[in-house]
């Protein structure tokens, strides 16, 4: 079921959306070398939590932290630990936070120093790629365009295109529907709503788009150990077009 959001619930997803934003912004500083995944994890929950935020992540089906940290080859969901940052890594950090039981979901690449060339490239094409399908998002727009915009950009680079997770709607849940895919098929046709609210979230890598599940049943990496890319925003859909909920 997709759920319309009235411009009351709109109005604290707003709220909560640029809380998470500022999150990001109060970690930025402290992404260097030498810094652990478990440092940052601490810093942002307690950051949600002095701002009157809960961090929805922790707890939900057993994942342990507030935010999903992941390194390099890892794709998405990769559990904080004692890992240090080192110099050239790319760290993708991903959060959903809730104010008054609505929620807001965004993630970020960082890089950690200076990046090489392919690793510079991937970064800063991934994040375009993310705002080319927010472009195609407004009322009336069948959700399958917000993927082929991504994939219309990204192919042409030969990056892989992750395809076992995708965008997805959210509020009074982290995952509601519809779902929004990253590349161009025919099984998600549904028109976007006025109201609606939705996540684009391309996961680009500089390899193949396969993927697994490493034993922690959490952490997923590239198959082929090449570096990946994540950016997210959430995003309420207009007559116009669409206002990015995660951004200050």
Same mark, same amino acid.
């Given at each position: 079921m997709i759920f319309i959001k009235s411009d009351e619930e709109i109005k604290i997803m707003r709220e909560c959306g640029t809380l998470l934003a500022e999150m990001y912004d109060y970690l930025a500083p402290y992404v260097q070398p030498g810094i652990s995944a478990l440092? #940052?994890?601490?810093?942002?929950e307690n950051f949600i939590r002095k701002n009157g935020a809960v961090p929805e992540q922790k707890g939900y089906k057993g994942f342990p932290s507030t935010l999903c940290v992941s390194i390099n080859e890892q794709v998405i969901h990769g559990i904080?630990?004692?890992r240090t940052l080192k110099e050239g890594d790319l760290a993708s950090?991903?959060?959903?936070i809730s104010l008054k039981g609505l929620m807001t979901d965004s993630a970020r690449t960082f890089p950690v120093g200076k990046l090489d060339k392919k690793h510079q490239l991937l970064m800063e094409r991934t994040e375009?790629? #993310?705002y080319l399908g927010i472009d195609a998002v407004r009322a009336g727009v069948r959700v399958n365009e917000i993927g082929k915009?991504?994939?219309d950009y990204i192919k042409p680079f030969g990056y892989g295109i992750v395809r076992d997770y995708c965008g997805h709607g959210v509020g009074y849940e982290i995952h509601e529907e519809p779902t929004v895919l990253n590349y161009y098929s025919t099984r998600y046709r549904?028109?976007?709503?006025e109201n609606m609210v939705i996540t684009v979230e391309p996961m680009i890598n500089l390899g193949s788009d396969y993927v697994k599940v490493l034993g922690d049943q959490w952490t997923v990496e590239t198959e082929d150990k090449k570096a990946s890319c994540h950016f997210e925003h959430t995003i309420v859909v207009t007559k116009e077009g669409c206002e990015i909920l995660t951004l200050k």
């Open positions: 440092e #940052l994890d601490k810093l942002a904080p630990s004692r950090l991903d959060c959903t375009k790629s #993310l915009a991504v994939e549904q028109r976007l709503k």
